[in-house]
């Protein structure tokens, strides 16, 4: 069975600076990888995905993730975060027969200070 | 596309109460599915459908909790009696096929229920 683990439940990041969200997952195969923004009161949104070919994938508002198989990871920066960004984050990942289940991991929060 | 569309945005019921939530998925999308998420538990998969036809349903977490989707553009989630465990926020989501398997999932606003 798959599995997510995002081992920062709460990261606090100055405005401006860089960041970095952890993700790792286990899963048998190659694995198809999202991240995803919720913002307070709001549904979830797709930052970015992962299903193959380039192992550094470009997504919304700014943020990349990379996917390296090798430490089971695909991690998402971000070079200077603004103010926006402060939102809970997800990583889930899907099975190559098929995204219908997605096992998400428990989010990280990321609070901005000025 | 106006998005999935999910109302009401916020249900306050008492318990024992029968609560329907209800879920309008992206126009063309083959797939919906109903999440819950709490702060114990995170996001949790209810159910999901492809064609209107319930695929897997065993998040669900108890016989009280129901799903149907009588057509391509509705669906809704019903808790029938609803207890003060249900409190949540619930989400539907949508997704499509692309090139025979399915992409990503679009998710709407939620319905926060809160069961006295």
């Known amino acids: 069975a798959q599995s997510v683990t995002q081992p920062d439940i709460h990261i606090t990041v100055s405005e401006g600076a860089s960041l970095e969200l952890r993700c790792n997952y286990s899963y048998g195969a190659t694995p198809y990888l999202f991240w995803y923004v919720q913002s307070p009161g709001q549904g979830l949104q797709l930052l970015l995905k992962y299903f193959s070919g380039d192992t550094l994938v470009q997504g919304i508002k700014g943020f990349e993730a990379e996917f390296k198989r090798s430490q089971s990871s695909f991690n998402l920066r971000k070079p200077s975060v603004h103010w926006s960004d402060a939102a809970e984050y997800f990583c889930?990942?899907?099975?190559?027969?098929?995204?219908?289940?997605?096992?998400f991991g428990t989010g990280t929060r990321l609070t901005i200070i000025p | 596309d106006a998005g999935v569309i999910q109302s009401p945005r916020h249900e306050v019921t008492e318990m024992g109460q029968e609560v329907t939530l209800r879920c309008k998925p992206i126009s063309g999308h083959d797939y919906l599915f109903w999440y819950r998420q709490t702060m114990m538990r995170g996001l949790e998969l209810l159910i999901y459908?492809?064609?209107?036809?319930?695929?897997?349903d065993s998040g669900m977490p108890e016989d009280r909790f129901s799903a149907k989707m009588p057509n391509a553009s509705f669906s809704t989630l019903k808790i029938q009696p609803s207890e003060p465990r249900d409190s949540a926020v619930y989400f539907c989501a949508s997704s499509f096929l692309l090139a025979g398997r399915t992409d990503t999932q679009y998710f709407g606003p939620g319905t926060r229920l809160t069961v006295l």
């Open positions: 459908f492809n064609n209107n036809v319930p695929i897997d």
């Open positions: 889930a990942v899907g099975s190559n027969f098929g995204n219908e289940k997605l096992t």
